[in-house]
């Protein structure tokens, strides 16, 4: 419990130092960095199965003030070189004996996995997160296994999040 303490105070400090600065144009440009390199999307249909791999699209726009995220396509496209943290969520519901089979993937290279693929329970979900060091142009975005559905619905279960740290 100590360390996930120790861990969220540090993400907390790490995502406020940008407005210690010292001058106005270097608080100013952290702000707008972390406004364009965060966003935060859903799903609120089911999406698959389908016979192959397939880039998992968004319907729903938490957030999105840099307009790097293009819910049609799925793909968070970097603003600006850093770290980012990144979240997944996926969800499967009682109609839907495949679960959930995803993978982030950063410009076609698989980062993690989150899957909720041989319960026996009728609902249940997989998250997953990650601190990545990108860089400006990076394709960021989630990747359904083939045969495999991500469930979605009115409430929104199935969600992809990021922000720039610094």
């Not at 608080?27 to 089911?46: L, W």
């Not at 293009?70 to 109609?95: A, Q, R, S």
């Not at 990650?130 to 975005?141: A, C, E, Q």
Request: charged share 25%.
């Amino acid at each position: 419990m100590h360390q996930i303490t120790t861990i969220c105070i540090l993400l907390i400090a790490i995502t406020i130092q940008p407005l210690w600065a010292d001058d106005a144009a270097t608080m100013d440009a952290a702000i707008k960095n972390k406004r364009e390199g965060t966003f935060s999307v859903a799903r609120d249909t089911d999406f698959g199965p389908f016979d192959e791999e397939k880039i998992m699209p968004f319907e729903v726009e938490f957030s999105n003030p840099g307009g790097s995220m293009d819910l049609n396509t799925g793909i968070f496209t970097v603003p600006h070189p850093g770290y980012y943290l990144v979240l997944m969520h996926v969800y499967k519901n009682h109609e839907n004996p495949n679960g959930p089979v995803v993978y982030l993937k950063v410009n076609d290279e698989t980062i993690l996995r989150a899957d909720e693929c041989c319960g026996e329970d009728l609902w249940d979900s997989a998250s997953n997160s990650v601190i990545l060091d990108l860089k400006k142009g990076d394709k960021v975005y989630l990747l359904l296994k083939r045969n495999r559905i991500a469930s979605g619905s009115n409430v929104r279960e199935t969600t992809f999040s990021g922000t720039f740290l610094f």
